[in-house]
């Protein structure tokens, strides 16, 4: 019985910090007056205190007070005791080496399955899939596991990116990408654009958003699918 | 006594593979008629085969003949009679993972330590640096370990791409990533661009190709080399 958003990004270029996604929020913390941030990702390095105190900044508009999970010296009764937890960006390796190194992966997930209502974004994003074996960030530190919640039964691509017919880069575009990780790995992959999200409500999982979705399945061409469009038969 | 070719990428846009190289793998492979190839990056998925096959093509045209550590039952020794070799681009965690598995780590440091020419591209470049913690691939399988063979005293960025100012893109770009590595790692990284590769002999190592490289150090504003130049003291 989840209660999720599952978002590509914070941030939409020109808006600030998850203001597309403000009454999205007020509806999935309605009731709850304090929320557990997990800093762990630290986007370009900054300190757990300066981001938790920016996203305090961002929900005190929807008059929500942050506290943040590197606070507690217990983590694993923080995430407990939670009413409502959200996991901001950043790098993704860095965000599930510290989740197994507090060993809060399980009463993570625990808490999620409770219906715990969660938000994640990008990093945060990318824990719920079954494994964070499709990120797009650089590997900066080893986690002891690629395995992450599972909170959907398939792998998120937060960010995702088309093609540019005009490059000339010879780097590997995202889709090439999402192919070799199909060559050694089963589950689908949901390419989520930058204003896309996902919402898991009990058993259903939901595209949200202004844009399309592009699915990845082994075996199989990439499709796309409609924002509104049901994932709850994606395995 | 290292004698190495660290090239950022195999191809150049519009050109044929390795094309831009010939007259630097002419000169590094001078004497020698057969060259170990290691596949296990496997670009887009492609086997072992098929790879070898599309390598073999390429260094014909040089008399020079391929045959790939995979087809040996002993890659150890492979490596140790191996008088040139040669690994290819494709996904770094993948060739990575192979290297360890086939405990072939131990004997390839050595085997380009004691002077056997070697080139590597793309991931066979990354794998040059002191770990594969600057790679941009997407980490579709969990190798046993981020260090890699070390043969220069700091990481590879390959594929180095400059930020776009036009990108209204919300992922992190190259140099913000980097950034975030050197929070958690303190040694140099080189971004070299496509066109551009390192020089190793004996001890000196030279910036060759027509492009500036990047270079970035802990703490440090990141700033350009010009090619030619010598990183012999980057460390």
């Known amino acids: 019985m989840a209660n999720c958003i599952i978002a590509s990004t914070s941030t939409l270029h020109g808006s600030e910090p998850l203001a597309y996604l403000q009454d999205t929020l007020i509806n999935l913390y309605s009731g709850i007056e304090e929320i557990l941030f997990i800093p ?49 960006g950043g790098n993704t ?34 824990i719920c899939g079954l494994t964070m074996k499709t990120t797009n960030d650089m590997p900066i530190v080893y986690p002891p596991n690629f395995a992450t919640l599972g909170i959907v039964p398939f792998n998120i691509n937060p960010h995702y990116l088309d093609p540019d017919p005009n490059s000339t880069h010879k780097g590997e575009t995202r889709e090439t990408r999402i192919k070799e990780f199909h060559n050694l790995n089963p589950q689908p992959v949901v390419g989520l654009r930058e204003g896309s999200w996902l919402k898991v409500y009990d058993n259903k999982i939901t595209l949200e958003g202004n844009l399309n979705a592009r699915i990845f399945e082994k075996d199989k061409e990439p499709y796309e699918i409609e924002t509104g469009s049901s994932l709850s038969g994606l395995n």
């Open 40 to 88: 762990y990702a630290r986007p370009g390095g900054i300190s757990h205190d300066e981001y938790t105190i920016g996203v305090n900044n961002i929900f005190k508009k929807i008059n929500k007070r942050i506290v943040s999970v590197h606070m507690f010296s217990d983590p694993i009764e923080a995430i407990k005791n939670a009413k409502g937890i959200y996991t901001g």
């Open 93 to 126: 390796f860095l965000l599930v080496n510290q989740l197994y190194r507090n060993e809060i992966i399980e009463p993570l997930k625990k808490a999620i399955h409770s219906g715990v209502p969660y938000l994640g974004t990008s990093a945060g994003s990318n």
